[in-house]
């Protein structure tokens, strides 16, 4: 092989490399596009998904955003603002421990409304007598001071051991026996006896569990204007809670009318009775023959 032949085969050599070059080069950046591709349609993948996942998010907090906003609508407020008298804010704290319990009593008394009458009269009036005896104690200092200025009278220690009892045995044990055998819910309902005992003592039986309350709500108060204002407006408020009471176990509700079905319904005949059948021209009309009593139809039978 001379020198130029061997220059040609080298030129080709570096030709056919130069080739083999650029074609592996181009195959790398076909693969190299195809990977980009294939990243770049997962990263739009994940963007689709990400985009989807704020959108739930937002969805969801919208949700709970309603569902907060309906709750503290639904509920009732836990700091409501107090009114302007102490003793209507005690009372009102009263109410709400006392009216479920007398509502639940007062609802099991569905014989008839006498029954609940009395239920009612009792609960008032014994709210009364409970609360009067405090109003008394309340004024009691002043009323102290002015009997020490105007009763003068002083009982030794020991007088009462000098008392004598004039009373036969007979009395002192039919005494004891009336004290035995007293009831007390006819102490309770005093003044009332001519109501329903039924709505006595179940009033008797409620009185027992909201006595306390209403007696150691009245006594929280010491100022005259609220033990006042409390007084009035807790046997107010019991007479309004009762009449509310009975609109719902007794409603009145008339049927609506109109003047002419008023005037129709007093031309209508009366609903099963019988018209009157004229005799026939001539004479009387003859009757059909009577039916046979039980004793023929049992000899028949025979």
Avoid: C
């Avoid at 007390?184 to 309902?189: A, L, R, S």
């Amino acid at each position: 092989m001379n020198a130029s032949e061997e220059k040609v085969l080298r030129e080709n050599i570096r030709h056919m490399i130069k080739l083999v070059k650029q074609k592996k080069a181009k195959k790398q950046d076909l693969e190299e596009d195809r990977l980009r591709d294939i990243v770049r349609q997962l990263a739009d993948v994940e963007h689709t998904k990400l985009n989807e996942e704020q959108q739930l998010r937002g969805i969801v907090r919208e949700f709970i955003k309603a569902e907060l906003r309906f709750l503290a609508e639904a509920m009732p407020d836990d700091k409501p603002a107090p009114n302007k008298s102490t003793g209507i804010n005690v009372l009102e704290d009263l109410l709400k421990k006392i009216i479920p319990q007398l509502e639940i009593d007062f609802r099991q008394l569905t014989t008839d409304e006498e029954q609940r009458k009395s239920y009612r009269a009792h609960i008032i009036n014994a709210v009364i007598a409970s609360l009067t005896p405090t109003e008394l104690n309340t004024a009691a200092p002043a009323i102290a001071e002015n009997l020490e200025e105007a009763v003068s009278i002083d009982i030794e220690p020991g007088d009462e051991e000098k008392f004598i009892d004039i009373r036969t045995d007979a009395e002192v044990a039919a005494e004891e026996d009336e004290e035995e055998e007293a009831d007390p819910k006819e102490d309770f309902g005093a003044g009332l006896e001519d109501s329903d005992e039924t709505g006595r003592n179940m009033a008797y039986q409620s009185f027992n569990k909201v006595e306390g309350p209403v007696i150691d709500s009245y006594d929280l108060l010491s100022n005259d204007n609220d033990q006042e204002l409390f007084y009035d407006y807790l046997i107010a408020n019991l007479k309004l809670y009762f009449d509310k009471f009975e609109g719902e176990l007794s409603p009145t509700l008339e049927e609506p009318t109109n003047p002419e079905y008023e005037a129709a319904k007093e031309e209508e005949p009366a609903e099963g009775g019988e018209e009157e059948i004229e005799p026939a021209e001539g004479g009387e009309e003859e009757l059909p023959p009577a039916p046979p009593t039980l004793e023929e139809v049992i000899v028949w039978d025979i």
